[in-house]
């Protein structure tokens, strides 16, 4: 079992930066996949930087440039950095540990943070 809980939302003006923060508990953080993901009111979830326990990096394209994924196994944490925000980042963000096991998949989610980006 993982515990996930993110940090780091908040009210912001176009243009301006956030750097959210995402713990895990429970077990080895080293070898999930980690990812963020957010959804806007009306739209599905969709994933926004994945970061895998083998060190391969990946975004969705409207986020290429402005946003950085990273994590320190040390500190059981990933962190999402956004720049130059945009109105249209607003939603609720989403930590996202997953791993393969033997016969299954093991998934977990944090309760999400609220990001808002006025315009």
């Known amino acids: 079992q993982v515990q996930l809980v993110e940090s780091g939302g908040g009210l912001v003006q176009a243009g301006g930066s956030l750097r959210l923060s995402c713990v895990a508990s429970?077990?080895?953080?080293?070898?999930?996949?980690m990812g963020w993901y957010r959804q806007a009111p009306g739209k599905q979830r969709e994933l926004v930087a994945h970061?895998?326990?083998?060190?391969?990096?990946n975004y969705v394209d409207s986020v290429k440039g402005r946003f950085t994924i990273s994590r320190d196994n040390a500190k059981n944490t990933v962190y999402l950095q956004m720049n130059s925000l945009k109105p249209e980042d607003t939603a609720v963000y989403y930590c996202?540990?997953?791993?393969?096991?033997?016969?299954?998949?093991?998934?977990?989610w944090g309760q999400g943070t609220q990001v808002t980006v006025s315009s």
């Open positions: 970061f895998t326990s083998g060190g391969s990096i």
């Open positions: 429970g077990s080895i953080f080293s070898n999930y996949d």
């Open positions: 996202n540990a997953v791993r393969r096991g033997i016969s299954t998949w093991y998934n977990y």
